[in-house]
């Protein structure tokens, strides 16, 4: 089985960092010229700092969140400190791409899915060969 044709490209990278530095993080990437839309998703227990247009997300666990996203990037800050804590694929279909990475022994952490007004966002994170990855399907250009 081999995934559809469509809209693949490597769309982010994302950064995973303590919440104590999180602004002067994104002060220093504002200053190179990113344009870093602040979000704040309480089900995963993530502040987000992202520029999909120029390929970089910054996330920060919610301080005292039980999600478990936020246990996740807690445990990778933990282990590694500041650094990339994912990179990005948009895939035509994050369940049938994720079907092709468990044939080569992928693992996956979560899964995230949001819809509404005519727009969805499906993510798959997960891990392949050590390579941490997340699967996006979505409609947000």
């Known amino acids: 089985m081999t995934v559809e044709p469509g809209p693949l490209r490597l769309h982010h990278v994302t950064f995973a960092v303590a919440l104590e530095r999180l602004e002067t993080v994104t002060q220093f990437f504002t ?5 870093l839309e602040p979000a704040e998703l309480s089900e995963p227990g993530l502040h987000i700092r992202l520029d999909w247009q120029r390929g970089i997300e910054l996330i920060s666990p919610i301080a005292g969140s039980s999600g478990s996203v936020a246990a996740s990037v807690n445990e990778f800050l933990d282990r590694h400190g500041d650094g990339i804590y994912t990179v ?7 369940s049938a791409a994720e079907s092709v990475a468990e044939r080569y ?4 952490r979560y899964r995230f899915h949001l819809e509404g007004g005519g727009t969805h ?8 060969f ?8 979505t409609n947000i250009p």
């Open 105 to 108: 022994g992928a693992t996956t």
């Open 88 to 94: 990005v694929i948009q895939v035509p279909g994050a």
């Open 130 to 137: 050590g390579i941490p990855l997340t699967l996006l399907d």
């Open 121 to 128: 966002v499906d993510e798959n994170e997960l891990s392949v």
């Open 31 to 35: 200053e190179l010229g990113f344009v």
